[in-house]
Each structure stands twice: as structure tokens, then as C-alpha cells.
T-cell receptor, first 110, second 116 residues
Framework: SQKIEQNSEALNIQEGKTATLTCNYTNYSPAYLQWYRQDPGRGPVFLLLIRENEKEKRKERLKVTFDTTLKQSLFHITASQPADSATYLCALANDYKLSFGAGTTVTVRA | NAGVTQTPKFQVLKTGQSMTLQCAQDMNHNSMYWYRQDPGMGLRLIYYSASEGTTDKGEVPNGYNVSRLNKREFSLRLESAAPSQTSVYFC???????????????FGPGTRLTVL
């Protein structure tokens, strides 16, 4: 069966450090993978999209990698700030729809 | 631009009651979606509408119906609410340009529904 797994544990990190989140998938062949941010009580907001033929994508302090052989994406927040505290969702493009992981909650301590 | 709006923000129903969740977008997007989000689970697709006039079932359609009223509006109806439908419901839209696999989705603020 198809499955998308993100870090099962919440991530607590010190301000200034790098947070690394994982997204592993099975029985998908996504053309795209997307990352969204969700704050408590709000809807998800799009952050980054990476295509299957791209190894890495960057946007400001965010970096995403996509390894179709390992069936894994890594999401990095560098020089983290308390404002980065949120839940981060990965989503796979699957037959013109998106399938979402359960998310990883990141808390950045000042 | 308001983006994607949803009404109501909160709702409490008794088992067996019916209600309609409303969603509208002002971005001229072709596709619209309804998801539910439960603790510890990812967003699960209930129904989607690839374009005006079409609707299709997603992963968890049982107990729900939808209407794509026009290009802007996509409603979700619970005909006979059950406690298992207690959840947070999100509407989303995307442009879905022809030839694109999947565009980014824009989400509304959500409706928090409790069924007693």
C-alpha cells in the first residue's frame, strides 16, 4: 500500500541551529514533491516544490533535497528562528492530486 | 484578494443532523479540493473538482457529497453527521494549468466540526 512517513517525533532545536526533517514514501512515483508549513489553527501554506529530476532546491534559509532512488526528501531550515516553529508537511504529486504526510512539528527555542 | 474563504469557522452538530460547508476562491483557479485533517494523520482528500462541472471522489468520500456551484464555489455536504466526522475540514484550490502535473495548492483557514 502507499505510505508517506515523516519524522514521527517532534523536533526541538536551539535557535541558530539547522533543523532537518525527513519524508519517506513507498509505492509512489511522484513527479513532484512539495513542502508546506502549517501554523496552529490555520491552513497549510506552500513553501517549496522540487521535481523528480532536481536534486536540490533552495529558498532563503530553506533547502529541500529529493532522492528518487532512496524515495526520500529532506527539508532543512538553516539558522533557525523561533518564528520557524510550526508543523511542516510533505506532499507528493500523485495522479494530479496531492497526498500528504502527517507532518513534523518543529519548535525552535530562543 | 481574499484567497480561499470558508464558512463557518466552527460548528457543533448532533448525530444525524445535516450541514453544508461553504468554500469560495477568488484566484480564478480551475481545481478545488476538500480535505479533512485528524490528529496524527495527514490531510486526507474527500472530494475534488478538476474543473467547473466535474467532481470526483478522493480517499475518504463516504458520508459526504459535494457541489461545484460555479468556478469560484465548492461546497461540502454532510447529509447525516456521525461522530467519526468530527475533524477539521480544509478547502483548497489550485490553478492546474493544462500539462502541469500538480500545481501548488492554496488552503482556506479551515472549519472545525464537532459531531456529538
Amino acid at each position: 500500500s502507499q505510505k508517506i512517513e515523516q519524522n514521527s517525533e517532534a523536533l526541538n532545536i536551539q535557535e541558530g541551529k539547522t533543523a532537518t526533517l525527513t519524508c519517506n514514501y513507498t509505492n509512489y512515483s511522484p513527479a513532484y514533491l512539495q513542502w508546506y508549513r502549517q501554523d496552529p489553527g490555520r491552513g497549510p501554506v506552500f513553501l517549496l516544490l522540487i521535481r523528480e529530476n532536481e536534486k536540490e532546491k533552495r529558498k532563503e534559509r530553506l533547502k529541500v533535497t529529493f532522492d528518487t532512488t532512496l524515495k526520500q526528501s529532506l527539508f532543512h531550515i538553516t539558522a533557525s528562528q523561533p518564528a520557524d516553529s510550526a508543523t511542516y508537511l510533505c506532499a507528493l504529486a500523485n495522479d494530479y492530486k496531492l497526498s500528504f504526510g502527517a507532518g513534523t512539528t518543529v519548535t525552535v527555542r530562543a | 484578494n481574499a484567497g480561499v474563504t470558508q464558512t463557518p469557522k466552527f460548528q457543533v452538530l448532533k448525530t444525524g443532523q445535516s450541514m453544508t460547508l461553504q468554500c469560495a476562491q477568488d484566484m480564478n483557479h480551475n481545481s478545488m479540493y476538500w480535505y479533512r485533517q485528524d490528529p496524527g494523520m495527514g490531510l486526507r482528500l474527500i472530494y475534488y473538482s478538476a474543473s467547473e462541472g466535474t467532481t470526483d471522489k478522493g480517499e475518504v468520500p463516504n458520508g459526504y457529497n459535494v457541489s461545484r456551484l460555479n468556478k469560484r464555489e465548492f461546497s461540502l455536504r454532510l447529509e447525516s453527521a456521525a461522530p467519526s466526522q468530527t475533524s477539521v475540514y480544509f478547502c483548497a484550490s489550485s490553478e492546474e494549468r493544462q500539462g502541469a502535473s500538480t500545481d501548488t495548492q492554496y488552503f482556506g483557514p479551515g472549519t472545525r466540526l464537532t459531531v456529538l
